[in-house]
């Protein structure tokens, strides 16, 4: 089963409020991602986690949090965010992290900040 | 950083006719080549992927050449299809952390 689930699949949410996005696979997979994509852009890469681990942070500002409580689950907290953060944001997951292995997305959360 | 470079950013084809997508990556040590299809509010899918010590590789419709020399690569669509309307991204990955960068996209547009 090649599925990694999200939720909620849209969030709105205020300038002051604190929301957490989720990220599930059952696949085995050692790596999971956080990307954020905004209208007619590429997926941008946001934080690596590989074995639970935090891998890269793409200098995202600290408004989001990353969290791996175990191999299956990843989560991103959200604070204090802004408009200009409202994206959909993919979580992912593949089977390592080196380069090559194939990178499973999930359908997404799409957040709209008021 | 790696910089990947996609054109088109819009292409329309005629149902039946073939869609050529280039990109160019900047960072030669770079290895893995995948291309994902967006459709409309859906999740990025892997369509197909190459790696740098191969040139050229198929499946079905589509094909993917890579000319490392050169640090381009590109997707070949035959018999185009309307369900192969979508935005379709290049990447280009290296080495142990896989940092996959993007292209900018191209929206295929196939008219029946």
């Known amino acids: 089963d090649t599925e990694v689930t999200q939720t909620p699949k849209h969030l709105v949410m205020g300038m002051t409020n604190k929301k957490s996005l989720k990220c599930e696979q059952h696949m085995g997979h050692r790596a999971m991602y956080w990307y954020k994509q905004k209208a007619k852009k590429p997926p941008e890469l946001m934080f690596v986690y590989s074995y639970e681990k935090l891998s890269i942070n793409e200098s995202v500002p600290s408004r989001f949090s990353p969290e791996c409580p175990n191999s299956s689950l990843l989560n991103l907290h959200l604070h204090a965010l802004q408009p200009e953060d409202s994206a959909l944001y993919l979580c992912a997951s593949s089977q390592e992290v080196i380069s090559g292995n194939t990178i499973y997305f999930g359908e997404g959360s799409w957040l709209t900040v008021v | 950083g790696e910089n990947v470079e996609q054109h088109p950013s819009t292409l329309s084809v005629q149902e039946g006719d073939s869609a050529v997508i280039k990109c160019t990556y900047s960072?030669?040590?770079?290895?893995?080549f995948p291309w994902y299809k967006q459709e409309l509010g859906k999740r990025p899918q892997l369509i197909i992927d190459i790696r740098s010590n191969v040139g050229e590789k198929k499946d079905q419709r589509i094909a993917v050449t890579l000319n490392k020399t050169a640090k381009h690569f590109s997707l070949h669509i035959t018999e185009t299809q309307p369900e192969d309307s979508a935005v379709y991204f290049c990447?280009?990955?290296?080495?142990?952390?896989?940092?996959?960068?993007f292209g900018t996209g191209t929206k295929l547009q196939v008219i029946p």
């Open positions: 960072d030669s040590a770079s290895n893995y």
């Open positions: 990447a280009a990955s290296k080495g142990g952390y896989q940092k996959v960068t």
